[in-house]
């Protein structure tokens, strides 16, 4: 299996068991986005792309989300985040890597331009990065057409709501979605639908049913995607 997709011209999605990193190269640096479970060799997959130093950000901190974490020095993540990471610290990791990575920063690598939002709900600390030239969105686990997890510590139903609506709100700066999880890319009205189908859930109006492996939760299917909640 191919676990390297070339998107376009400095921009390439690793595959990884139902999760994806994305990396995009810039003119002196390039950017990770996320690590995966850790099956892949990731390090070595993108230094077969690029020679330029690597920034890992990730827009969470999950575990199908930092699994080669401990092959890249420093760490960014928003600071709401942090607590989240501590607490599962994946082996290898070290908090002394972390650094903070706020809303409203531009990364700025020449050819992409990504400005950091902060959309808490599916975490405390999620992030989604945004292109406004090539008009694009990295989204994250928040928007998605597969199943988003809002089970457990760390997940929020109202501040999920709320980044929604945010992004709805910033809809006209993007015309592509691309998340961790699920079908990409994905178009901005998928995100009504997810919000929609959220509004429902929390209203009672979805029926849950036993998701396809042993877990604490029900599975809530909406018309754009799915729920698992407890």
Known sequence: MNHITKVMEHFWIFEEEGVRSFFFEGRERAMLVDTGFGTLRLREMARELTQLPIMLVNTHTDKDHTGCNRDFK????????????????????????????????????????????????????????????????????????????????????????????????????????????????????????????????AAGKLSGVEPPWPMPCKKYVCEAAAFLYE
């Open 74 to 201: 420093p760490v960014y993540m928003h600071p709401a985040e942090m607590d989240y990471y501590k607490n599962a610290l994946p082996e290898g990791c070290s908090m002394e890597d972390v650094c903070p990575l706020w809303e409203g920063e531009v990364i700025d690598l020449d050819y992409w331009r990504f400005e950091v939002i902060l959309t808490p709900g599916h975490t405390p600390g999620s992030i989604m990065l945004l292109e406004r030239e090539k008009r694009m969105l990295i989204s994250g686990d928040a928007i998605q057409d597969g199943d988003i997890f809002m089970f457990g510590p760390g997940r929020n139903m109202p501040a999920f709501q709320c980044s929604l609506k945010k992004m709805i709100a910033m809809a006209d700066a993007f015309d592509s979605i691309w998340p961790s999880h699920g079908s990409y890319p994905l178009k901005p009205d998928i995100i009504s639908g997810i919000l929609k189908g959220s509004q429902e859930l």
